[in-house]
């Protein structure tokens, strides 16, 4: 295309191979000619912007240094990888990013060679690299495993627990900190750069490792007094005492957008002797693209824009998003009760309370990357009498199952969940969609559990939620916009446990948990087309169950249909197993569940993936025409 950029360098890059036969001279034009393609790559399909172009020349310097795909390299969080994507034989594809049937927005290992491991959820990256280091060292193999954490990812505690175990990785593990906030160091430059090449080279390390062996030879007291004044006089120079406590010898910190004091650091590093290495490197965020750099939370994340201007493509106006309307009726709340409060891990702008935030400062709480930390925290705040909000997405909360039915459940404390992003999700893929969490909620004790059809729903569960007081309560709500729907001026605190009936008929029943109930009804004006009357019922409530009202539509209906946007496990199966222990199926009552299907689904637009999950209004026709077909009575599982 005529817009593109021209690179002629990076035009004869196709694998990292051909960057290592490159001359060093040539590693800033090649790094330049990257983050130029980056950024034209990015305007067309949307995606992360920001983290990418920080790590423009960190991604030459390892490819160039390491022998990869035979040194793992594991990115943490994976939509760092975007450069790293165009270098590893991916270039051809990098505008089919995110897009159905297109490239992975995170490292996937499907997707290439060069993907040691799929990171999409953060900090797994050192327990990964840890994993390839010790089975290279166990199989003899000389290759390391090299972690890229950052954007964040060191917030959270796993990355702490796979560091206090490293230490039997010996040198072939290295942790490449991607500092891109300035949240450890302050700026740096040809100073501290020259610290770090000095204390990784081998001048430095030979004669370190001979006044080690001398220091063993002394007196125990003595030994040990000797290796901690050579920790804490490095560690003052160069802010390392904490990794080395943890057992890692620190390089740094680093200018990461120098690319030539990058590749002779990794050099250094890659040759040391030492035991594992942690290289810290300080980047900024969105560089080289100026909007990006003056906005780095704006762009963090970006949906199409124009290169020259940075102005990002509008969506046309619609009806407001699900995220908007949980942020607007968590200020309600918090306006009218002084005890609620409002937790997130590390996503104020994704689940809308950085507005909440800005209104209540001291009652918002951002923990960082740490779901499970968020979830204890709560529930300590509930014990103590406080109303929390947990904002956290659904396939994130899964990190704190544990959290969930340990401090929560059993202790019945009246935590509240708000999990967005439940379903699919679209562009994010299946990393990110809200599947689960129906199965894995719904089978704990004392919670409550629903589900919002629409946005005004949502407006009453987020009141229902606050003035429940009795124990765990949680709400699942899709990404994306809600149906137009007016809201509520005063939230009404909906009954526990009770669903309604949304339009009536007598022959066929669609039983819908969540944002299906549009195209349930849809299904339903279908269907009374071709003569059928059907009732379609919103539950509401995927635990407790409305007993009742699923007990008078199995009863008094010829086939019933259950739908809802999660896995098997979810209001389907619960419904099932009401009807088989009270009898309900004995008498020939055909049941059908519809839910997602049992795989994962890629990225596509959110309509596609429905279409392929099988969940949208003909499908639901075809299901109840076929249940109607069949001659067999019971229940017959429906997949797409």
Same mark, same amino acid.
């Given at each position: 295309?005529?817009?593109?950029?021209?690179?002629?360098?990076?035009?004869?890059?196709?694998?990292?191979?051909?960057?290592?036969?490159?001359?060093?001279?040539?590693?800033?034009?090649l790094a330049e000619e990257l983050r130029q393609e980056t950024i034209s790559a990015v305007s067309?399909?949307?995606?992360?912007?920001?983290?990418?172009?920080?790590?423009?020349?960190?991604?030459?310097?390892?490819?160039?240094?390491?022998?990869?795909?035979?040194?793992?390299?594991?990115?943490?969080?994976?939509?760092?990888?975007?450069?790293?994507?165009?270098?590893?034989?991916?270039?051809?594809?990098?505008?089919?990013?995110?897009?159905?049937?297109?490239?992975?927005?995170?490292?996937?290992?499907?997707?290439?060679?060069?993907?040691?491991?799929?990171?999409?959820?953060?900090?797994?990256?050192?327990?990964?690299?840890?994993?390839?280091?010790?089975?290279?060292?166990?199989?003899?193999?000389?290759?390391?495993?090299?972690?890229?954490?950052?954007?964040?990812?060191?917030?959270?505690?796993?990355?702490?627990?796979?560091?206090?175990?490293?230490?039997?990785?010996?040198?072939?593990?290295?942790?490449?900190?991607?500092?891109?906030?300035?949240?450890?160091?302050?700026?740096?430059?040809?100073?501290?750069?020259?610290?770090?090449?000095?204390?990784?080279?081998?001048?430095?390390?030979?004669?370190?490792?001979?006044?080690?062996?001398?220091?063993?030879?002394?007196?125990?007291?003595?030994?040990?007094?000797?290796?901690?004044?050579?920790?804490?006089?490095?560690?003052?120079?160069?802010?390392?005492?904490?990794?080395?406590?943890?057992?890692?010898?620190?390089?740094? %910190?680093?200018?990461?957008?120098?690319?030539?004091?990058?590749?002779?650091?990794?050099?250094?590093?890659?040759?040391?002797?030492?035991?594992?290495?942690?290289?810290?490197?300080?980047?900024?965020?969105?560089?080289?693209?100026?909007?990006?750099?003056?906005?780095?939370?704006?762009?963090?994340?970006?949906?199409?824009?124009?290169?020259?201007?940075?102005?990002?493509?509008?969506?046309?106006?619609?009806? %407001?998003?699900?995220?908007?309307?949980?942020?607007?009726?968590?200020?309600?709340?918090?306006?009218?009760?002084?005890?609620?409060?409002?937790?997130?891990?590390?996503?104020?702008?994704?689940?809308?309370?950085?507005?909440?935030?800005?209104?209540?400062?001291?009652?918002?709480?951002?923990?960082?990357?740490?779901?499970?930390?968020?979830?204890?925290?709560?529930?300590?705040?509930?014990?103590?009498?406080?109303?929390?909000?947990?904002?956290?997405?659904?396939?994130?909360?899964?990190?704190?199952?544990?959290?969930?039915?340990?401090?929560?459940?059993?202790?019945?404390?009246?935590?509240?969940?708000?999990?967005?992003?439940?379903?699919?999700?679209?562009?994010?893929?299946?990393?990110?969609?809200?599947?689960?969490?129906?199965?894995?909620?719904?089978?704990?004790?004392?919670?409550?559990?629903m589900a919002a059809a629409d946005e005004a729903e949502l407006v009453n569960m987020v009141h229902?939620?606050?003035?429940?007081?009795?124990?765990?309560?949680?709400?699942?709500?899709?990404?994306?916009?809600?149906?137009?729907?007016?809201?509520?001026?005063?939230?009404?605190?909906?009954?526990?446990?009770?669903?309604?009936i949304v339009r009536q008929g007598t022959k066929v029943a669609i039983l819908s948990l969540g944002?299906?109930?549009?195209?349930?009804?849809?299904?339903?004006?279908?269907?009374?087309?071709?003569?059928?009357?059907?009732?379609?019922?919103?539950?509401?409530?995927?635990?407790?169950?409305?007993?009742?009202?699923?007990?008078?539509?199995?009863?008094?209906?010829?086939?019933?249909?259950?739908?809802?946007?999660?896995?098997?496990?979810?209001?389907?199966?619960?419904?099932?197993?009401?009807?088989?222990?009270?009898?309900?199926?004995?008498?020939?009552?055909?049941?059908?569940?519809?839910?997602?299907?049992?795989?994962?689904?890629?990225?596509?637009? %959110?309509?596609?993936?429905?279409?392929?999950?099988?969940?949208?209004?003909?499908?639901?026709?075809?299901?109840?025409?076929?249940?109607?077909?069949?001659?067999?009575?019971?229940?017959?599982?429906?997949?797409?």
């Amino acid at each position: 295309m005529s817009d593109r950029p021209k690179t002629p360098l990076l035009d004869t890059v196709t694998v990292p191979a051909d960057i290592r036969a490159l001359d060093r001279s040539q590693l800033v034009q090649l790094a330049e000619e990257l983050r130029q393609e980056t950024i034209s790559a990015v305007s067309v399909t949307g995606g992360h912007l920001g983290a990418g172009l920080g790590v423009v020349e960190l991604t030459v310097a390892i490819h160039y240094v390491f022998e990869t795909p035979l040194d793992k390299l594991v990115w943490d969080v994976g939509h760092q990888a975007y450069p790293h994507k165009i270098v590893t034989g991916r270039r051809d594809r990098i505008r089919t990013l995110r897009q159905g049937g297109g490239l992975s927005g995170f490292t996937k290992r499907t997707e290439s060679e060069y993907d040691a491991f799929g990171a999409a959820h953060s900090s797994t990256s050192i327990s990964a690299a840890l994993g390839f280091a010790i089975a290279n060292k166990l199989s003899g193999d000389p290759h390391h495993g090299i972690a890229v954490i950052g954007d964040g990812a060191m917030s959270a505690g796993m990355a702490y627990e796979a560091m206090n175990n490293a230490a039997a990785a010996g040198n072939r593990l290295i942790v490449i900190l991607n500092d891109n906030d300035m949240s450890i160091a302050p700026p740096v430059g040809s100073l501290r750069n020259a610290l770090a090449r000095l204390v990784s080279s081998g001048k430095y390390l030979a004669p370190r490792r001979l006044a080690q062996k001398l220091a063993r030879a002394m007196p125990e007291p003595l030994h040990v007094a000797a290796h901690r004044m050579e920790q804490y006089a490095r560690g003052m120079f160069t802010g390392g005492t904490l990794f080395d406590e943890l057992g890692f010898y620190y390089v740094g %910190p680093i200018d990461g957008h120098d690319v030539n004091a990058l590749v002779e650091v990794l050099e250094n590093v890659r040759d040391a002797e030492e035991g594992p290495m942690l290289v810290h490197v300080v980047t900024n965020k969105g560089k080289g693209y100026a909007p990006a750099e003056n906005a780095a939370d704006k762009y963090h994340g970006v949906v199409k824009f124009d290169v020259v201007s940075g102005v990002q493509a509008k969506a046309a106006a619609g009806a %407001p998003s699900y995220t908007g309307v949980f942020a607007k009726a968590m200020l309600a709340e918090m306006e009218r009760d002084e005890k609620v409060v409002a937790i997130t891990a590390a996503m104020p702008s994704g689940t809308g309370l950085d507005k909440v935030q800005e209104k209540f400062p001291d009652r918002t709480f951002d923990v960082g990357i740490a779901e499970q930390h968020a979830v204890t925290f709560a529930a300590g705040l509930a014990a103590e009498g406080y109303r929390p909000f947990c904002a956290i997405y659904s396939t994130f909360l899964q990190r704190a199952y544990d959290q969930v039915v340990h401090d929560v459940a059993i202790q019945n404390l009246p935590v509240r969940f708000a999990m967005d992003r439940a379903g699919l999700v679209g562009a994010d893929g299946a990393t990110h969609a809200g599947s689960f969490d129906l199965a894995y909620l719904c089978t704990l004790p004392n919670f409550v559990v629903m589900a919002a059809a629409d946005e005004a729903e949502l407006v009453n569960m987020v009141h229902t939620m606050a003035v429940h007081n009795s124990g765990p309560i949680a709400v699942r709500y899709p990404r994306g916009e809600g149906r137009g729907i007016e809201l509520p001026q005063v939230p009404q605190a909906l009954e526990i446990g009770k669903g309604r009936i949304v339009r009536q008929g007598t022959k066929v029943a669609i039983l819908s948990l969540g944002t299906r109930l549009e195209e349930a009804e849809k299904a339903a004006e279908q269907l009374e087309a071709k003569g059928l009357s059907t009732t379609v019922a919103d539950l509401r409530f995927a635990k407790p169950l409305d007993e009742a009202l699923i007990r008078k539509l199995l009863t008094t209906h010829e086939v019933a249909v259950t739908i809802e946007e999660a896995s098997i496990g979810g209001i389907g199966a619960h419904v099932l197993t009401m009807a088989s222990d009270e009898g309900l199926l004995d008498g020939g009552l055909k049941i059908r569940t519809m839910r997602l299907p049992d795989r994962f689904i890629d990225q596509d637009k %959110p309509e596609k993936q429905y279409d392929e999950a099988g969940l949208n209004a003909p499908q639901i026709v075809e299901t109840v025409l076929k249940a109607l077909r069949s001659n067999s009575a019971g229940i017959e599982e429906v997949r797409a």
